[in-house]
């Protein structure tokens, strides 16, 4: 049996005398030989445990090296002569021989194999070697750069056509073989030459862009050294150094600009929002972000919570449809502080106009702007005192209020609020305190509404509340502004701390409610105000509903207005007179009353229209009308020996009182006429007395030392008190005719006369009693001490020329 070593395992060669099955136990006992040491296999042996009689021969190549074994075995025990083991031994030799033989001619087999394929590989790479140089010389010439090759002598060893163009040459023949240096002078010493010859000698890659001056091109040179010289790409950046150095004028220009410029580009499809790619100085100095914590950044890095959505989805909407957008937006800084900054975005388009790229936004700071602007609007529609709304900021509130009514139906109501007694706070503790009660109701108001409904101030004390958005049913409405109104009446007339000073304040309220129907606004207005009206008539501290009747007298007041200034003006106003009498039933003089002949209604009496008038500010005019009329009178009267001792009384309003220019006024009147002072008898209400008693006070003087009679009308109905009465310059008092009319029939109406007379009677004034319409009146206020009566007992009142005539019939 022979076996064999091929790759460092033992492998059966050839054998006989054993079946397949025993090989491989045969092939393992071989194996020992071939061990180093090498030993004979001990018997019985495992793996062949047939085997008796076992000898191998290793078999040795002519390199000495260990090639295989050749075994003789035997299943029965036996022995070798000295000549089987010499031929046995010569047999291995033979053996050894023939596969050293076999393992040559395989070599060799293999040999003449490799060199075959090694022929064939050349030739394949020849072709390949010649097919790539074609391909690089294609594409050596289709490339848009320039590129040549320079030998170990700088001279060209190739040109592209595209480096030949760029070099001005017609072809590359033009330059092979030639040196550059010599070719190309206008290189030498330049960054060109620098940059080359330093990669020869570093043996490595350089890039640099340089100056061509002949050509007043710029290149952009990338040079490759290789074994045999180098190989030079070489391109025309000459336009895009003109853009560059454009690009680099205006980015300094706009580095340097003091608005803020940021210049953001359009994200790829499928990623939201734009992406910063420049910011100049101003955005850093503004917002505390460095360039480098911008860059890459959504222009979202600048917003906040204060920052308007709305207005960010309008620009969102601009961006997507590519129009450029205007913005006020509030922008914060790293800081965290915010500020107002305007913005101008346009769109930048790519080449074709189709796609938008990229954003340029222009911003400038306008926080200092804005807050001008709102403290002119809040100047504008707020009240300076006590910074609630104005009334136009009211105005533009129920302009909106009203118009969204007619949209979508809702009801609401409308609150006139005045302060009680508002003025003798000013008068007495000065304004300083009035307006910190202004501020402090202010507060009260606000405080008392929800905060869809507005709170503002007209001026001076008048407040407006607007509620809005009641419930439909007008009841429910109704009920629901009453117990607004109640709750402010409650919250007002808690009391107040006014500088170290507690202050007492009410307030009156009007009310009118409004629903989808349509309303003008300056009726809503009129008819709160004429419910706060009500109020204040019904006692004060109270609120009070407008009722249409109130219109009704309100515009009949309006026309009965309107007809005084018509009357005014035509003349229609005339006198009355009704007689004074004495005990002895002869006249002292007349009482003047007012009377106006309409053109319509026929002749109006006093109680008709004197309200009205002073409502509406005619009683002055009217008021002076009368005394000039009376002057006149008793200057015609003072020419006659019958009627010159005669007197004219004449009602005085309150109003025309207080005006400042009464004293004088009475005085020109009788300067002009001539009449004797002490003739002239006028008639004050006691109202006067209810305040600002020392300026009465005064004025009385003043037309006392005149030489006016003074007398004080319905005496007993007002405000007298004896501290005052004892103080006034008066000359009579005048029992109102309420007392005299149930004098006989009323023990209190008695009693009330009778104190009268004997008031007056110890301060020394004389005493008239009006409305005497009878006998019996008359005889009891004459036992009492009344001197001087007027009333229908002795005439009513009369146009002048019946009153001449009643006079006439007297005498006789």
């Known amino acids: 049996m022979v076996v064999v070593l091929e790759n460092g395992q033992v492998v059966f060669s050839a054998g006989t005398g054993f079946s397949a099955a025993e090989r491989e136990g045969l092939v393992t006992l071989c194996a020992a030989i071939l061990e180093s040491p090498s030993r004979q296999p001990l018997l019985p042996a495992r793996c062949a445990p047939g085997i008796q009689f076992f000898r191998g021969l290793p078999l040795v190549g002519q390199g000495g090296q260990l090639t295989g074994v050749l075994a003789v075995m035997d299943k029965t025990p036996r022995s070798l002569s000295a000549e089987q083991a010499q031929d046995l031994e010569s047999l291995a030799g033979l053996i050894a021989g023939q596969l050293d033989l076999r393992r040559l001619h395989s070599e060799r087999k293999a040999l003449d194999t490799e060199r075959t394929r090694i022929s064939t590989s050349m030739r394949q790479t020849e072709e390949d070697a010649q097919r790539l140089a074609t391909r690089l010389g294609i594409t050596l010439e289709s490339i848009t750069e320039g590129f040549y090759t320079l030998d170990p002598d700088w001279r060209f060893t190739y040109v592209n056509s595209e480096g030949a163009r760029l070099l001005r040459r017609s072809g590359a023949k033009e330059l092979l073989g030639k040196n550059i240096w010599e070719e190309f002078p206008g290189v030498v010493n330049t960054v060109f030459s620098e940059q080359v ?4 000698a570093t043996h490595q890659q350089v890039e640099f862009e340089a100056l061509y001056a002949p050509l007043d091109r710029w290149f952009e040179v990338r040079v490759h050294p290789f074994p045999d010289g180098l190989a030079v790409y070489f391109r025309d950046i000459s336009r895009q150094r003109h853009t560059r150095e454009q690009l680099m004028l205006l980015e300094t220009s706009i580095s340097r600009l003091n608005d803020i410029v940021i210049i953001a580009e359009a994200v790829p499809s499928g990623s939201p929002g734009l992406r910063i790619i420049f910011v100049n100085n101003a955005f850093e100095r503004h917002t505390g972000y460095s360039r480098s914590e911008a860059m890459g950044q959504s222009p979202r890095l600048l917003c906040g919570p204060l920052t308007d959505r ?51 936004a222009v911003g400038r700071d306008v926080t200092r702007r804005k807050a001008t602007e709102s403290e002119i609007r809040h100047l504008a529609f707020y ?47 000065g304004h300083q305190k009035g307006d910190l009660l202004l501020q402090k109701v202010a507060k009260r108001l606000s405080a008392c509404v929800r905060p869809s409904d507005m709170v503002a101030r007209l001026g001076g004390d008048e407040f407006v509340v607007l509620l809005d958005d009641l419930d439909e049913d007008s009841q429910v409405a109704a009920a629901q502004a009453k117990e607004s109104g109640e709750k402010i009446l409650a919250a007002l007339r808690e009391p107040y701390s006014l500088a170290g000073y507690q202050h007492y304040s009410t307030c009156s309220i009007g009310i009118t409610s409004f629903d989808h129907t349509e309303h003008a606004i300056g009726d809503l207005l009129k008819q709160a105000d004429l ?56 006249m002292t003089g007349v009482e003047a009353l007012l009377r106006w002949q309409h053109s319509s209604r026929g002749l109006v009496g006093p109680t008709e229209f004197i309200p009205a008038a002073e409502e509406g500010g005619l009683i002055l005019p009217l008021g002076q009308w009368a005394l000039e009329t009376a002057c006149r009178q008793l200057a015609a009267w003072s020419q006659r ?49 209810a305040d600002d008693i020392e300026v009465t006070i005064s004025k009385m003087a003043a037309l006392k030392d005149m030489g006016v009679t003074l007398s004080i009308d319905d005496f007993g109905m007002g405000y007298s008190s004896l501290s005052c009465l004892k103080r006034l310059p008066l000359d009579q008092l005048k029992i109102d005719k309420t007392f005299v009319t149930d004098i006989l029939r009323d023990p209190n109406d008695a009693a009330i006369a009778r104190t009268i007379i004997g008031l007056a009677q110890s301060l020394g004034l004389g005493v008239v009693a009006e409305g005497v319409e009878t006998e019996a009146q008359r005889d009891f206020l004459s036992r009492h001490g009344c001197e001087c009566y007027q009333g229908y007992l002795f005439c009513k009142p009369l ?5 001449e005539d009643f006079m006439r019939t007297l005498s006789r």
């Not at 009949?556 to 009357?567: F, I, P, V, W």
């Open 197 to 200: 010859q330093a990669a020869v």
């Open 310 to 360: 709305t207005e960010l989805r309008r620009m969102a909407l601009a961006f997507r449809q590519g129009e450029p957008v205007q913005a006020q937006i509030i922008t914060y800084k790293k800081n965290g502080r915010h500020f107002w900054m305007e913005v101008d975005i346009v769109p930048v388009a790519d080449d074709a106009g189709v796609f938008f790229t990229h954003w340029v």
């Open 383 to 429: 009240d300076a005192l006590t910074q609630l709304p104005n009334r136009q900021l009211l105005m533009n509130r129920l302009h909106k209020t009203l118009g969204h009514n007619q949209q979508q139906p809702r009801a609401g109501a409308l609150m006139f609020i005045d302060l009680d007694n508002f003025k003798s706070l000013n008068d007495t503790m």
């Open 531 to 586: 419910a706060m009206y009500q109020a204040k008539v019904a006692g004060r501290n109270t609120l009070c509903f407008f009722d249409p009747v109130m219109q009704a007298a309100v515009s009949a007041t309006a026309a009965l207005q309107s007809d005084l200034r018509q009357g005014l003006r035509e003349n229609q106003f005339l006198l009355h007179y009704q007689p004074q009498v004495g005990r002895d039933g002869r």
């Open 641 to 689: 020996p019958d009627t010159a001792a005669l007197s004219i009384a004449v009602n005085v309003s309150v109003r025309q009182f207080r005006h400042s220019d009464f004293v004088d006024l009475v005085m020109a009147a009788l300067k002009e006429t001539g009449v004797s002072p002490h003739k002239l008898k006028l008639e004050l209400t006691e109202s006067l007395l």
């Open 799 to 803: 146009p002048i020329d019946e009153l």
